[in-house]
């Protein structure tokens, strides 16, 4: 895909799934001694599953090895195809994240057209109603000409379908060819924005400049010891 945000190189004919990767990404994260993984992915739509069962496999094969490792998948949208998020929320990860990136008002202008701010709170929304246990996650950037209410709004549309956390990061322009920054949002604004979740009923808020999508659960935030 093309968002213009996103410096990660796009492919018109990407090459076919190692089946060698999930075995081996679960040995590696093993033998390193993590307590807490984020697995992520480019988007495959070139895969008729969106990469799911790959995903999911490398999932079930980390906590085969070591069933106390925390694992965070941030996922693409898999086309909306809900089978596809049914299969990855099925898998046994912990956290199940994926980001509507921007407010809904400019999703056009940041997102590829193949994305689409509904789509990704469907995404959301049906994971958790697949495995209620579920801890639920998406992200925001800021810094691209959006207005405090529609930030607010998007807040309430994440808590309406039962999203756990949100993270706030600022937006910054990875090249030339891609979207200029519109401002570069205050750490007084980021912790104003941290506040208000929170108040709202977020679980989890991590906001600051530089603050990613990535950023991880500690272990007493999943409900783990």
């Not at 790959?54 to 089978?83: P, R, Y």
């Not at 039962?162 to 990875?174: A, F, I, K, N, S």
Request: glycine letters at 8%.
């Amino acid at each position: 895909r093309g968002c213009r945000f996103c410096a990660v190189k796009t492919s018109r004919t990407p090459p076919p799934l190692d089946d060698q990767e999930p075995e081996n990404t679960a040995q590696a994260i093993v033998e390193w001694g993590l307590e807490y993984v984020v697995l992520t992915t480019v988007d495959r739509d070139d895969l008729s599953d969106g990469g799911s069962h790959h995903f999911a496999k490398t999932v079930q094969l980390i906590k085969q090895k070591n069933s106390n490792i925390l694992v965070e998948c941030l996922t693409g949208d898999f086309q909306g195809k809900l089978e596809d998020v049914e299969i990855l929320a099925r898998s046994g990860l912990d956290v199940y994240a994926h980001n509507v990136e921007t407010v809904e008002g400019l999703q056009r202008w940041v997102r590829d057209r193949r994305a689409g701010y509904k789509q990704s709170l469907s995404v959301l929304e049906n994971a958790k109603k697949f495995v209620p246990s579920l801890i639920t996650k998406s992200s925001i950037m800021l810094g691209l000409g959006e207005r405090d209410e529609e930030v607010r709004q998007t807040f309430k549309d994440l808590l309406n379908i039962g999203v756990d956390c949100v993270t706030l990061g600022q937006y910054l322009q990875p090249t030339k060819r891609h979207m200029k920054v519109d401002s570069m949002v205050t750490p007084e604004k980021f912790e104003y924005w941290k506040k208000e979740g929170e108040s709202m009923g977020f679980k989890y808020v991590a906001s600051g400049p530089m603050a990613v999508s990535y950023t991880h659960l500690r272990a007493h935030e999943t409900g783990r010891n």
